[in-house]
């Protein structure tokens, strides 16, 4: 997979699988991503319903090389 518009992969691939809205994106940090392996732990601790979420992105077809 080419390099090209990298973070613009990573940000789309992790608004989608969690339902993120534009500013849940731009606030998380890298604290906030735990890498287990094969998989991905998102916890979005400021949401607009004031109640935090935890998603996970699984491998599927290789996307976590990005990451």
Same mark, same amino acid.
């Given at each position: 997979? &080419? ?19 534009? $500013?849940?994106? *731009? +606030?998380? !940090? *890298? $604290? $906030?991503?735990? $890498?287990?392996? =094969? =998989? #991905?732990?998102?916890?979005? @601790? +400021? !949401?607009? &319903?004031?109640? @935090?979420?935890?998603?996970?992105? &699984?491998?599927?077809? +290789?996307?976590?090389? #990005?990451?």
């Amino acid at each position: 997979m &080419t390099k090209e518009f990298l973070m613009i992969k990573v940000g789309l691939i992790l608004g989608i699988a969690g339902a993120c809205r534009t $500013d849940e994106l *731009v +606030n998380l !940090t *890298v $604290d $906030d991503i735990e $890498d287990v392996g =094969s =998989s #991905l732990i998102v916890k979005i @601790p +400021n !949401t607009k &319903t004031k109640i @935090p979420r935890i998603f996970v992105v &699984t491998d599927v077809g +290789n996307k976590l090389e #990005l990451f």
